[in-house]
């Protein structure tokens, strides 16, 4: 079957650094996803992409947050100065854009020391 | 984007049916309600969707009374494998459709 793959698992980064989660979506799906859970709390959207663009985003998703599609396989999220309340699993997610089906990867542990 | 409430946690025994009901009283006419789960440490997974009546597929069951004001989500004869978080959503069927999680309900099976 199928899967959304992330890497890696798990991260530690010291804050202020800058860290790039990578992802790479089922390969004939058209919708691209994050999500962040913050230990605890509920599952919250970051952003969505669509043909090589953002589609949507939310308040949390600011000037630190970037996604880029740097080739055909892969997506990433990069946080560019990292801060404590960054610390979260981050997930990532895929969908063929025809319904809400969307699947999510095994997530990215990130933690901000 | 209509709020849905349930309830926060529910107990059962192995073998039993789960019913874990939903209510979203400002339902949009064109949203579909959506059911995910999620185990600890993992990403959500889509279990089941519908727009009215009955839906059901191989692994639980939805119904939706006409109205549409809420909804049930039915696991048949669950196991000790089926303890996760169970969310229920509602939003256009659609992939430009950010899903929005709440809460959810944290379904625990005992032996």
């Known amino acids: 079957e199928p899967e959304v793959t992330q890497t890696p698992s798990h991260q530690v980064t010291q804050m202020g650094q800058e860290v790039i989660l990578r992802c790479v979506p089922i390969s004939n799906h058209l919708y691209f996803y994050w999500y962040r859970q913050i230990l605890g709390q509920k599952v919250e959207f970051l952003v969505s992409?669509?043909?090589?663009?953002?589609?949507?985003k939310s308040e949390i998703f600011d000037d630190q947050f970037s996604v880029e599609r740097p080739d055909g396989s892969n997506f990433t999220l990069k946080i560019r100065s990292t801060k404590l309340e960054d610390s979260a699993m981050y997930f990532c997610a895929s969908s063929d854009g025809g319904t809400t089906e969307a699947f999510f990867g095994q997530g990215t542990r990130l933690t901000v020391v | 984007l209509a709020k849905t409430t349930q309830p926060i946690s529910m107990d059962s025994y192995e073998g039993q049916e789960v019913n874990i009901t939903c209510s979203h009283n400002?339902?949009?006419?064109?949203?579909?309600i959506t059911w995910y789960q999620q185990f600890p440490s993992q990403g959500p997974r889509f279990i089941i969707q519908?727009?009215?009546t009955k839906v059901t597929n191989e692994v639980a069951s939805l119904f939706i009374p006409a109205d549409r004001k809420s909804s049930t989500l039915s696991l048949p004869r669950v196991s000790l494998s089926d303890t996760a978080v169970y969310y229920c959503l509602v939003g256009l069927n659609s992939g430009y459709s950010t899903l929005t999680f709440g809460k959810g309900t944290m379904l625990l099976v005992s032996p």
């Open positions: 992409f669509y043909n090589n663009e953002i589609s949507e």
């Open positions: 519908g727009y009215k």
């Open positions: 400002n339902i949009a006419t064109n949203d579909y």
